[in-house]
């Protein structure tokens, strides 16, 4: 490899390790201007920014509904719809281009195909296996995102966190509790209580969920690309005899 190159590739790791840096300090920057003045900063902030922040404090996948709900309390911003369907072509615009982030927002996908579950957002750092959704991922991410509210209505209320609208966030909480299956009373908050029933309830298959998507993830690391495996399988996965433990062909009677 002559010098130019060599020079080039170095620049190259220098700037995206500084980039990702910078990130880092963008998002503890953040974190501290939205306790003190979520309105007064958060507003005009980028909607990319502030996902990959919600997404470090919530440390699972997160819904776009849920993000929308969340974010109208907690820093008094409204997202349209179509906005999350621009920001998924914009990282992947980024992702194609050649100028390398540190860290992209991705989407989860599917146990058996590897397809975008775009509703759910994660990042790339994330091991892959925290990305995949199978049959009872869904209910667990659920869980874990209504607890992930629960927490940030009990930081609000007890004055570790700043919300732009503390008691909306709590009837936020309490709609996640119910839909959980909780018994809700209204203008009644114990946030504890809820907690300690939806970890319970995520528990009860989370052990079967992890093998599964442990399993799965070895797989399709195996069959797709690095593009794919942020942004999903552009064609479905083709099922070849013995690529699956237990795969029989339709062949057989």
């Not at 629960?150 to 996640?176: E, F, K």
């Amino acid at each position: 490899m002559d010098k130019p190159s060599t020079d080039l590739d170095r620049l190259r790791t220098e700037e995206a390790e500084l980039e990702r840096r910078l990130l880092e300090v963008r998002e503890q920057r953040a974190k501290l201007e939205r306790r003190s003045r979520p309105r007064a900063t958060d507003g005009g902030r980028p909607l990319r920014e502030i996902l990959l922040e919600l997404l470090a404090e919530a440390r699972v996948p997160l819904n776009s509904l849920l993000i929308a709900n969340v974010l109208r309390p907690l820093q008094d911003r409204t997202i349209p719809s179509t906005r999350f369907g621009t920001l998924s072509n914009d990282e992947v615009k980024s992702f194609d281009s050649s100028r390398a982030k540190p860290v992209y927002l991705c989407h989860c996908l599917t146990h058996d195909q590897g397809q975008a579950v775009k509703r759910f957002w994660a990042r790339s750092d994330w091991p892959l296996e925290a990305r995949i959704i199978g049959p009872m991922t869904g209910r667990i991410l659920f869980l874990e995102g209504a607890a992930w509210i629960i927490r940030l209505a009990c930081a609000a209320h007890d004055g570790r966190l700043t919300a732009a609208n503390p008691d909306t966030l709590n009837y936020v909480a309490a709609d996640q509790a119910r839909d959980a299956g909780l018994t809700v009373q209204r203008g009644v908050f114990p946030y504890e209580d809820w907690l300690k029933s939806i970890t319970d309830l995520a528990d009860r298959h989370r052990a079967e969920d992890d093998r599964m998507r442990a399993a799965a993830a070895e797989m399709l690391a195996d069959r797709l690309s690095d593009r794919e495996l942020l942004f999903g399988a552009r064609t479905p996965l083709t099922s070849l005899p013995g690529s699956k433990p237990g795969w029989v062909s339709v062949d057989e009677r």
